[in-house]
């Protein structure tokens, strides 16, 4: 199937490549989107990618960026609920991969010194099974943290 995206220009996405979120994903923006596909831009110097696009397959203007977060020495450790495993397919843990969305950080206004940067979306990730090619984005209202720094090169 072809897709015309506004990032990538026309692009050929099989149907097996393509992730179904049933339940959609969290914002206005993409009410009613729930197929989507992952691309990155290539590059031949870069074997492993750790930053893509999630694309929608139904309207070529709606993207976000996409991270995984081990990159950043991030686990998530969540409990799923029934419905979640059923929509997941009720997956095993090694089928499952953790994302977070990437989103721009505006600049304050008035003030000069000031820049947009980006951030991620920690407490929404989306968790996929990427045997069944299903997705859900899950809220977590309280997160309980543990930060450990493993690259610390001398004891503290």
Known sequence: MKVQTHLFGEVNVSEDKIITFP??????????KTKFMLIHEEDKNQQN??????????????????INPTVFGFHYELELTDEENALLKNPQSEDVIFMQTIYKVEPVS???NSKGS?????????????????????LIEKMNTDVVFSNLTENV
Do not use: M, W
Not at 23 to 32: N, R, Y
Not at 49 to 66: K, M, N, R
């Open 23 to 32: 339940k959609g994903l969290i914002g206005d923006f993409f009410e009613g």
């Open 49 to 66: 990618h750790f930053s893509y696009t999630l694309q929608s397959v139904e309207d070529g203007e709606c993207a976000l960026q996409i």
């Open 110 to 112: 008035g003030e000069s």
């Open 118 to 138: 980006l951030a991620t979306n920690l407490r929404a990730p989306l968790i996929i099974n990427v045997k069944e090619r299903v997705g859900i984005q899950k």
